[in-house]
């Protein structure tokens, strides 16, 4: 009972899929397939219950969600998607230099930047303005409301 507790809340608390390898090593257990015999078990569980979330296979992952047919009413309930590693690196040195060109941030960097600049623009912790014939990046007030400045 311990085991499935602990993978269930493995589950809830990571906001990510989870293979079965970090499944079970998080209970202590090199054997996969008892990990998956747990899962179907949970699965199961959540099935009996008519709980409003289930455990879902990904691939070769699996994840805790709400069910499909509740999400049109609580997704504006829902957080942020994750920054990517390399993007959060981005947007500390945008945090620490606001204004910054992305040709400065490019001699930094390098050019993941784009692809970074553009994550984060997206998800609205950066703007972009022209300055010249290039482009400044500036946190916005989602970021300093996120980051608590």
Known sequence: ME???IIESALFISGRALSLEELA????TPAKGYVKSL???LKQDYEKAQS???ISEEGEKYTM???VEYSPRVKDFAQEGEVSKH?????????KNSGITKRKLFSILGGQIYEDCQELTEKGFVSQ???GRNTALYTTAKFREY???
């Open 147 to 149: 980051f608590s400045q």
């Open 65 to 67: 969600r709400v069910r």
């Open 25 to 28: 090593k998080v209970i202590g």
């Open 129 to 131: 303005r022209k300055a």
């Open 39 to 41: 899962l179907e078990e």
């Open 87 to 95: 993007a959060l690196k981005t947007l500390a040195v945008v945090g």
């Open 3 to 5: 085991a499935k507790g």
């Open 52 to 54: 409003a979330l289930c």
